[in-house]
């Protein structure tokens, strides 16, 4: 996030197309003054800083966030967590579901199956299954070497963390 006033107000300016007076009119301050602040000439108030900082924030955490969406879904994520998983085999067998810590690489197409479920509303229970989908293809089956008709399923998620 642009840290000066010159900078805050030059990102601020460019979402208001260029015209000093429409990010006036926005800040509820003369067209005179947002010149001044861009050329370094005045401070803002602190209720005016605080005005910026606001539209700042609110302007810059989508595109943060959209960066992070890009990259997540490019390269995939880390996944760190403890839960309770149960397993059902081929044989009909079930092993008793067990706590675990697990930490592992996702590729970038589970990234965006969990950002296109969260967009379309979806439950924690069914971004939990995504994740258990994930988690039984590369981590217990090792993406088709091993354990093959393992079925994993997450239960009782302790934590969990996401490393991009």
């Not at 994930?134 to 963390?161: I, P």
Request: cysteine-free; overall charge positive; charged content about 30%.
């Amino acid at each position: 996030m642009p840290q000066s006033v010159q900078a805050r107000m030059r990102f601020l300016l460019k979402g208001a197309k260029g015209s000093t007076k429409q990010l006036a009119q926005e800040l509820g301050v003369s067209q005179r003054t947002v010149q001044r602040w861009l050329k370094g000439q005045a401070a803002p108030k602190p209720a005016a800083a605080k005005a910026i900082e606001t539209k700042v924030r609110t302007k810059w955490q989508p595109k943060v966030k959209n960066r992070v969406r890009r990259q997540a879904e490019k390269s995939g994520f880390m996944l760190h967590m403890s839960a309770t998983f149960g397993y059902t085999a081929a044989g009909k067998s079930t092993d008793d579901p067990r706590p675990r810590i697990i930490t592992q690489k996702l590729p970038g197409d589970v990234a965006r199956r969990l950002y296109e479920a969260v967009d379309a509303g979806a439950s924690q229970a069914e971004q939990e299954a995504i994740l258990a989908d994930a988690l039984g293809e590369h981590y217990f089956r090792q993406n088709g070497t091993r354990a093959r008709g393992l079925d994993a399923e997450v239960n009782d998620v302790e934590w969990m963390d996401i490393e991009l």
